[in-house]
Every structure is written in structure tokens, then in C-alpha cells.
């Protein structure tokens, strides 16, 4: 029998003479793990994979147009910016579902959460570290195929510099229309996320958020006779003058009416027909009270949970 032995070393008390950063480096260190995490950094390929995927998918269309645009000449009119959002926001939605619970619901299943706030750190500075995260990926994806778009517009037209002059005010419109897509994504997911631990619970849900209303807008402003569509102007809807209100209801159209707004789309036949007759106050209004109503949701409950 062998006895183990040990040795104390009397080192002394050691007074620390580093940086002291305080508060500001718990929330850049939650940020940037957030952002970290969004992309699948530090992990496995599968978890790299996917936003790969999506950010390839979300490329594609605008990466479509602009040879389009290059090929033609420019003969053949294309979508335009505001369009380019539409198409692209169901791909956003996706990853949105898919991406954001992986930011909150492990924390919370796996009580990392009464960790993080033994730190200088309050739930405020969470919850906002997380949501500008994940904002900035989906910002990320946004800009990048406006950019390509225009960047093919561009080269395509006759004369760049012309194209540029009588359009340069698409560039603030595409980062205002942009901030506003990726503010209502970003927030209408985490917000979900915050009632459940299951990531695959909080993806189907917001799945189904998103095609319940559109079934539900397309419903009430259906046709009286149905072979004409609500949308196009040529028929009245069943619900008649309300269905300008009941446009409303679809989830996936509240950044988008106010994408059209930015855009001054109503002259080129772009805006919906129906949410047109509406004064432009309301589908903003609509947008920031969904919005904030989705963010004060998400930090109410979770003050509940760590009080």
C-alpha cells in the first residue's frame, strides 16, 4: 500500500492588476458567442451545414436576376428590390425558425442562464446581446443579395453611371426595407422561443404562424367569384370594405406592406391592391406594434423566469 502524498505551496494572496472591462465585455462576450453560434462556428459540420445552405439559398435568386439582367441587356424588365424581398423572405423564415431557438432554449433546458447573470450581466443585456446576434446574420443575408442585385442592374444597364444617378435612391430604401425585414424575422422567432425548450417546437410553431395567417389573409380577401384572385384588383372580396383590415392578418405581409411604403411602390403596381386603400400609417403602425408587442413578450418572460 502506497500513501498518496501532497505539498502546499504558500503562494500568497495575488492581487489582480488586469483589465477590468467590466459589464461591457459580459454582453460582447454573449454577442459574439451568439453570433458564433447562429453560424455554427466551434461545432460540428452538420451544424455549419445548414446556415450554408440558406445563406446559398438566399443568394440564388438575386444571383439569378443579375445574370438575367447581364445576359439580356437589360431588354427584359426583372423584379426589382421591393420584389426581391418577397421572394426572399420565405428562405429567411426558414432559417429564422430553424437558427434562432438554438440562441435561448439550450441556455434555459440546460440552466446556463443563473450562470450568465452571476456576471456582471442583467437579463436586459442578455436578451439584447442574443436578439442583435442573430439580427446581424439575418442583416447580413438580406444585404448581401440586394447588393449582388444591384450590382447586376448596374453592369447591365447601358450606362452604369445614368443607372446610378436616376436610381441612387434605392440604396437608402434597400438598407431601411432591409433593417425592417430583418428586425420582425429576428424578433417574432426568439419570442417564441422563449416559452419553449425545444428547438424543434419552437420551429414549427413559428412555421406555423407564418402559414395559418397567409391561409387566413388569403381567405377573407378572397374573390366572389373564384376564379379571379383578391389580390388582383379585379373582383371585390367577400368581406367587402373590411378586407383592406383583414389583409392585415397575414404575418409574412407586415414587414413586407411597409417594404412596398419604403419603396413608393404604389405607382408601379407593386403594392398590394388591397392594403393600398389603407392610409400608410396603419401597416406601419401595424408592423411596430407586432413588432415591439413580440419584443416586450420576449423580456417579460424571461424576467419571470429569473425572478
Avoid at 441612387?168 to 428586425?183: E, K
Wanted: glycine share 10%; net charge negative; proline share 5%.
Amino acid at each position: 500500500m502506497t500513501q498518496r502524498t501532497g505539498e502546499l505551496f504558500d503562494l500568497g494572496y495575488q492581487h489582480y492588476d488586469g483589465p477590468r472591462e467590466g459589464r461591457m465585455r459580459a454582453r460582447k462576450a454573449v454577442f459574439f458567442d451568439g453570433f458564433r453560434t447562429t453560424l455554427g462556428l466551434g461545432r460540428g459540420a452538420v451544424a455549419k451545414a445548414l446556415p450554408m445552405l440558406l445563406f446559398g439559398a438566399a443568394m440564388a435568386p438575386a444571383v439569378i436576376l443579375a445574370l438575367i439582367a447581364s445576359l439580356t441587356d437589360g431588354l427584359l424588365e426583372i423584379p426589382g428590390h421591393p420584389l426581391y424581398y418577397e421572394i426572399v423572405s420565405t428562405v429567411l423564415l426558414i432559417f429564422a425558425a430553424i437558427i434562432a431557438p438554438e440562441l435561448l432554449c439550450p441556455d434555459r433546458r440546460n440552466g446556463v442562464i443563473s450562470l450568465y447573470l452571476v456576471r456582471p450581466l442583467s437579463i436586459t443585456d442578455y436578451l439584447a446581446a442574443r436578439w442583435l446576434a442573430f439580427f446581424a446574420i439575418t442583416l447580413l443575408l438580406v444585404y448581401s443579395g440586394q447588393i449582388v442585385l444591384l450590382a447586376g442592374l448596374v453592369l447591365s444597364a447601358a450606362d452604369p453611371l445614368d443607372y446610378l444617378q436616376e436610381n441612387w435612391l434605392d440604396i437608402p430604401r434597400i438598407l431601411a426595407a432591409g433593417f425592417v425585414l430583418a428586425a420582425f424575422i429576428t424578433t417574432l422567432p426568439l419570442a417564441v422561443s422563449a416559452f419553449t425548450d425545444r428547438r424543434a417546437i419552437t420551429a414549427a410553431v413559428v412555421i406555423d404562424i407564418f402559414i395559418i395567417s397567409a391561409l387566413a389573409d388569403e381567405i377573407l380577401t378572397e374573390c366572389d367569384n373564384h376564379g379571379d384572385s383578391g389580390r388582383s384588383g379585379e373582383c371585390d372580396p367577400i368581406t367587402g370594405d373590411a378586407a383592406k383590415w383583414f389583409a392585415l392578418v397575414g404575418v409574412a405581409g407586415v414587414p413586407g406592406n411597409v417594404n412596398q411604403i419604403i419603396f413608393n411602390a404604389d405607382g408601379e403596381g407593386q403594392r398590394n391592391p388591397i392594403t393600398s386603400e389603407l392610409p400608410k400609417i396603419v401597416p406601419i403602425g401595424w408592423y411596430l406594434i407586432l413588432t415591439g408587442g413580440l419584443g416586450g413578450a420576449l423580456w417579460l418572460r424571461y424576467r419571470r423566469i429569473t425572478a
